[in-house]
């Protein structure tokens, strides 16, 4: 009888051990929720229908910071593998060429407490590979300007996005379509086509002029309108109007102030005047105004000036050129989120109107605390040299802006214009939908040389890469995102940095105390206890 309960007993304890191997129950007890994935992510996984497989190349001799970006990085993956219903793997691999995937590597360059200078390279990427295809996710997001601690924390608040990103496109069928607008004097394709080909990775990309038929942008997730230089008709407003009505999506990139870029480059000066484009009581309607003003920064790139008396002997000197201010990116919004600085050329500035609409309306970039505003019309000379400090007075003028919810018609009260074909009624509210509005042509535009482009946001005089691409890209996915995935970008960890300093000054101290305070502790009770049992011995006599 016994044996036979022994028996019941030890499969009793065997069943419930299968079981529990089979059931996932886990509690993310972190404040910053930092081993949670979103519920986004997990529908994406678990649609999966192939397994996924993972290799990481950050590996080798890390250091402490790369070492934790590793960690992060497995601690992610793993979570994710819980939710793949089709099987999972993770690779670890040196073996992996890098060059197979036209991968760069990162230099470290480090200086250790002791003096001595290392460097180590490394390949901070992992390849998702999903079926018979596979995406690169970059794990290191390095921002300029920002601490190597500060870099590694955005890399590792990233890290969900970026794989679910990366799976995303792995497992895309439907292709959403994307259009730029033509017929107004935009940018030519050449100069969007750095951000045209980073957007083919998750659209098809169509470019065109309107005609005069409502309905002709239905089947278009997003409208970019990039630098127009011409008026809008009243046909091409109106059914720009109808397409949001409809739940359409709008990137503005669009110019306060007319200038002559060639004019500037040959004779050094250019008349600055307000870029009439008929659509001011459009933008009005849907709660942004934008200024007919230059913005001016003393964070700004540099510009090669002339500074020779003798035109046949130049002398070129990198200057600062306050009309091609640094703005700054808003840290609370997904779009700009650990992005750099957005380069920009003749900004203008833009307001918030509206007042209580319903809107959701938020800053994306901005001018730094030390700008200001010229009125046009104006005069830009490149010989004036540096301005004085004083005139900029003015603080984080807004330079974009996002707004979000139902937008009122324009035509609410109005008759169709003459001319259009009108393909359904007039609609006078709009569903919920988002538009974004940048005062500034120059972020959306990428620049060549040699007869090949230059990437977006690249500063060929000084060879820095600012934040435009980034922006602009993320721009065209928060338009289009109906899931919350960008959302993943907001995701935010404490950084609690250990003061370097500090630690070495206190080091002998601390070694001190945790080596002899847990001796002193340790005798100390021992000789309490020997004091109570002494005590226990003669009251028992």
């Not at 990039?226 to 059914?239: G, H, L, V």
């Not at 004779?267 to 942004?288: C, K």
Request: net charge negative; glycine share 6%.
């Amino acid at each position: 009888m016994k044996l036979w309960k022994g028996i019941v007993i030890l499969l009793t304890l065997v069943f419930f051990n299968l079981l529990a191997s089979q059931i996932i129950c886990r509690w993310d007890m972190t404040y910053d929720k930092r081993y949670s994935i979103s519920q986004p992510t997990k529908n994406l996984l678990v649609s999966l229908s192939y397994p996924l497989e993972i290799t990481i190349l950050l590996d080798g001799e890390l250091n402490a910071g790369f070492t934790r970006l590793k960690r992060a990085t497995q601690e992610i993956i793993d979570e994710l593998g819980i939710y793949a219903n089709s099987g999972y793997r993770l690779i670890y691999s040196e073996d992996v060429n890098a060059g197979d995937f036209n991968l760069d590597p990162v230099v470290i360059h480090e200086r250790t407490h002791k003096g001595r200078n290392t460097q180590t390279t490394i390949y901070p990427y992992a390849l998702v590979k999903y079926g018979n295809r596979t995406q690169v996710v970059s794990l290191l997001k390095n921002q300029r300007g920002l601490s190597g601690e500060e870099n590694l924390n955005y890399s590792i608040e990233n890290l969900e996005y970026a794989f679910a990103d990366a799976i995303r496109r792995l497992t895309q069928t439907d292709v959403e379509k994307v259009a730029f607008l033509e017929g107004h004097g935009e940018l030519d394709e050449l100069y969007v086509y750095d951000l045209t080909q980073a957007l083919a990775q998750y659209y098809q990309i169509d470019r065109g002029v309107l005609g005069n038929e409502t309905g002709v942008l239905d089947n278009y997730k997003a409208v970019i309108i990039a630098d127009p230089q011409q008026p809008f008709s009243e046909t091409d407003k109106y059914i720009l109007d109808q397409y949001i009505m409809q739940g359409g999506r709008i990137l503005w990139v669009i110019n306060g102030v007319r200038f002559s870029s060639d004019y500037l480059s040959s004779q050094g000066v250019t008349p600055v005047i307000a870029l009439e484009l008929n659509i001011s009581d459009m933008l009005f309607r849907y709660g942004i105004r934008i200024n007919h003003a230059l913005v001016q920064d003393l964070q700004c790139s540099l510009l090669p000036v002339d500074v020779s008396a003798d035109a046949s002997q130049p002398n070129w000197q990198p200057m600062p050129w306050t009309y091609a201010p640094l703005l700054l990116t808003s840290q609370t919004s997904p779009i700009t989120r650990n992005i750099a600085q957005v380069s920009a050329t003749m900004a203008s500035a833009i307001d918030l109107v509206g007042g209580e609409d319903g809107l959701k309306k938020e800053v994306l970039l901005a001018t730094s605390t030390a700008s200001k505003l010229t009125a046009v019309p104006a005069r830009v000379d490149l010989s004036l040299g540096v301005e004085d400090q004083q005139d900029f007075q003015h603080a984080f003028i807004p330079v974009a802006a996002s707004i979000e919810g139902s937008f009122p018609s324009l035509y609410a009260h109005m008759l169709p214009p003459e001319g259009v074909l009108q393909q359904a009624p007039l609609i006078k509210q709009s569903k919920s939908t988002k538009q974004i509005v940048v005062a500034a042509g120059s972020t959306i535009r990428n620049e060549w040389q040699q007869g090949s482009p230059l990437p977006l946001g690249y500063d060929r005089y000084t060879q820095m890469q600012f934040g435009n691409k980034d922006f602009m890209v993320n721009a065209v996915l928060y338009l289009t995102d109906d899931h919350g995935w960008m959302q993943l970008r907001k995701k935010e960890f404490t950084l609690r940095l250990i003061n370097d300093q500090r630690a070495q000054q206190l080091h002998i101290t601390a070694q001190i105390v945790s080596i002899f305070i847990p001796l002193a502790l340790l005798a100390i009770v021992g000789v309490v206890g020997m004091i109570v049992r002494k005590k226990q011995y003669i009251k028992k006599q």
